[in-house]
T-cell receptor, first 111, second 117 residues
Framework: KQEVTQIPAALSVPEGENLVLNCSFT??????LQWFRQDPGKGLTSLLL???SQREQTSGRLNASLDKSSGRSTLYIAASQPGDSATYLC??????????WGAGTKLIIKP | KAGVTQTPRYLIKTRGQQVTLSCSPI?????VSWYQQTPGQGLQFLFE???????NKGNFPGRFSGRQFSNSRSEMNVSTLELGDSALYLC????????????????FGPGTRLTVL
């Protein structure tokens, strides 16, 4: 059974710092890995999608990597801003075509 | 382009009642997926509909059901509500769906917050 773990559960950093969020999964048989952010009272917003054959994806200040063999992904946020404060979730599309989710990392960027 | 809309946004029901939640996908999207989010279990996949057919179902009891209409709008129904059904219910739409394309981006609605008393 696929399980997705995110570490840390919460993170608070000063504005301007670069940071890394971690995601691990137990079964390497995935079709893709996706990173989302969730803001209070709002739905989820897709940030990056990495197909199983890819190693990384970039969008602006965000860079996500995928190491399928070790079951790990990282989300790198450069030059963090207060607007980056949110809960970040990773999810894998498993062999049953279901999205399996991590519990999320709550990120607070202090001005 | 209008985003994914969900109605109602908030709902309060009592145990034993049933509830119907609605999701209108982005125009042109044929796939709608439903998820349950709770503090204890996190986000869990409920089911996916594509072109009016249930294409996939998560590990939830039969009290949870859904359907999709010809205009791709989807409804989910929960019968005989239990306290543990209190959750944020999210729907997401996409072009080809979870089984249709590994590159499909999922677009989420704001969710329906269900409270069961």
């Amino acid at each position: 059974k696929q399980e997705v773990t995110q570490i840390p559960a919460a993170l608070s950093v000063p504005e301007g710092e670069n940071l890394v969020l971690n995601c691990s999964f137990t079964d390497s048989a995935i079709y893709n890995l996706q990173w989302f952010r969730q803001d209070p009272g709002k739905g989820l917003t897709s940030l990056l999608l990495i197909q199983s054959s890819q190693r990384e994806q970039t969008s602006g200040r965000l860079n996500a990597s995928l190491d399928k063999s070790s079951g790990r992904s990282t989300l790198y946020i450069a030059a963090s801003q207060p607007g980056d404060s949110a809960t970040y979730l990773c999810a894998v599309l498993d062999s049953n075509y279901q999205l399996i989710w991590g519990a999320g990392t709550k990120l607070i960027i202090k001005p | 382009k209008a985003g994914v809309t969900q109605t109602p946004r908030y709902l309060i029901k009592t145990r034993g009642q049933q509830v119907t939640l609605s999701c209108s996908p982005i125009s042109g999207h044929r796939s709608v997926s439903w998820y349950q989010q709770t503090p204890g279990q996190g986000l869990q996949f409920l089911f996916e509909y594509f072109s009016e057919t249930q294409r996939n179902k998560g590990n939830f009891p039969g009290r949870f059901s859904g359907r999709q209409f010809s205009n791709s709008r989807s409804e989910m129904n929960v019968s005989t509500l239990e306290l543990g059904d209190s959750a944020l219910y999210l729907c997401a739409s996409s072009l080809g769906g979870l089984a249709g394309s590994s590159t499909d981006t999922q677009y989420f609605g704001p969710g329906t917050r269900l409270t069961v008393l």
